[in-house]
């Protein structure tokens, strides 16, 4: 399928220009057979086998619908943020999307706004969910994304997140993917690669291949705001997506 002009511009402001003759189909990052069984459907459900072993939400934030996990997330006490925080960014998008983009912390914008991906990075973000015909904006759930962080609270200064701060979160977080059930999962940056999959190697060791979370298929890429400063990187991140929607268009094949 051939690029439409309107995503070759998309590309275009990203930073990334296409060889006269690309079209829609990147070539695979890893081997096509890897990828088919990184790409199977799997809901994510509550004791689903997982290759890392991420903390179960503790208490009742286990059982909690949208409704109650949006009022523990904007009642939390549980550490320190909660005291220089203006609110809480809980989380965007269609809440049984297909792809569920998970990323590190909220920043300034994020805090005053209560959204994630906002400012810069958020643009840069839309504009390479719709070069793939994604959105955050209201649309079918194989259209409109759901966008998390992961934590909900803004460090100060933006520093990066302290471990006991993650950790006091993760339950949160764990609930969302649950309730989103997502086909595919986008973790951008390191702080969301750490939390999801339990590694401290480096993103471009882990990107270029499908991994799992809770059985459901996840792939790295580098977070937006990095790629503001690292503009050279910005190809290998659209390639990170072009693997991801791969194995989304797998898991269509394979229900047909």
Known sequence: ???????????????????????????????????AQGAAPAPVLPGA?????????????????WPALRAAVAA???CALAQS??????????????????????????????????????????AMLDALGLTREPGPPERQVYIANTLKCRPPGNRNPLPEEMARCEPFLVRQIQLVRP????AMGRFAVQALLRTDEPIGRLRGRVHRYQGVPLVVTYHPAYLLRQPADKAKAWDDLCLAAEVI???GAAGA
């Open 249 to 251: 268009e797998g898991q």
């Open 183 to 186: 086909r595919i999962v986008l």
């Open 76 to 78: 939390c006490q549980a």
């Open 85 to 126: 925080r203006r609110q809480t960014v809980f989380g965007v998008g269609h809440e049984r999307a297909h792809w569920m983009i998970v990323g590190e912390a909220p920043g300034e914008q994020e805090d005053l706004k209560g959204e994630p991906f906002v400012g810069p990075a958020g643009r840069l973000l839309d």
């Open 49 to 65: 086998p997982a290759a890392s072993s991420p903390a179960a939400p503790r208490g009742d934030v286990a059982t909690m619908d």
């Open 1 to 35: 399928m051939a690029w439409t002009e309107r995503q070759r511009a998309m590309l275009r402001e990203m930073g990334i220009e296409l060889w006269p003759g690309a079209t829609a189909t990147s070539p695979p990052l890893q081997p096509p057979a890897a990828a």
